[in-house]
């Protein structure tokens, strides 16, 4: 578990990451580099989940090497079915990460959401459901691997 005091919020307690796949943690299917590394390091704390309707089919060779689970979407619309995931795994201990509109639900849901803008651009509506931007994903794992970093963003 992550836990992490933000002055006008209260502790917010993390048991799970939800992150989306393309354009989040990778770039056209392949896995950017020190993602690996960095969500290996996060699942000593957090359960790591990773979901994704993969539009390129490269998703699960590309983990294979992470410590979480891989859950290809039934739909290839997926935001509801996304956010159905993180309210099954307690919303209010969950960190959602995406990019897509159809990120949008689960980082409203989750009790932090964080959008990335990173090579493959950022929806709008991403963007405003978030809680946390950050240029690219490494950025926002260091945030919670370092989770004081948190406040400064979040603190009302």
Known sequence: MISVDVPGRGTLQFKHIVLDYNGTMAKDGMLLPGVEESLNRLSESLE???????????????????KGTVQILSQSIGAGE??????????EH???VGNGANDRLM?????LGMVILGPEGTSVQALQSADVAV??????????LQPKRLIATLRL
């Open 48 to 66: 790591v989940h990773i979901l994704t309707a993969d539009t390129f089919g490269k998703c699960r060779g590309e983990c294979s090497g992470i």
């Open 82 to 91: 996304k956010e159905a995931f993180v309210e099954r795994l307690g919303a």
């Open 107 to 111: 980082l409203a849901k989750a009790a």
């Open 135 to 144: 240029k690219e994903i490494n950025e926002g794992l260091e945030m919670l």
């Open 94 to 96: 969950t960190v959602a």
